[in-house]
């Protein structure tokens, strides 16, 4: 019971001192590349995308390794991309302009 006790003050004080609030992270860029057809009717896109990440923290920072991106559409896998490794400062917005997608 003192161990919970313990616990729920260290975390109070670490909230009190840090105020930790949630980044967020939009798309704010997307744009076909390259768009091939093939002699087999088989079409192959290359897509470009920006994420924008925004830390609200005074105090905190992140470091993200990187990201693999999935995107599936009705349980078919549709495409798959990464996003390289980045680091959010305090009070930072960051934007990933190295992201793609193979479709």
Do not use: E, W
């Not at 004080?13 to 939009?26: A, K, N």
């Not at 192959?44 to 993200?64: L, S």
């Amino acid at each position: 019971m003192l161990l919970i006790v313990i616990a729920v003050v260290a975390g109070g004080v670490v909230y009190v001192l840090y105020r930790p609030h949630r980044p967020t992270f939009s798309v704010s860029a997307l744009h076909i590349c390259q768009l091939n057809l093939t002699s087999s009717n088989k079409l192959t896109t290359k897509f470009n995308f920006i994420v924008t990440a925004r830390n609200p923290n005074k105090k905190i920072v992140f470091y993200y390794d990187p990201v693999s991106v999935s995107f599936n559409s009705n349980g078919v896998d549709v495409g798959d991309g990464s996003i390289p490794a980045f680091t959010m400062g305090k009070k930072n917005t960051t934007t990933s302009a190295n992201g793609s997608l193979c479709i």
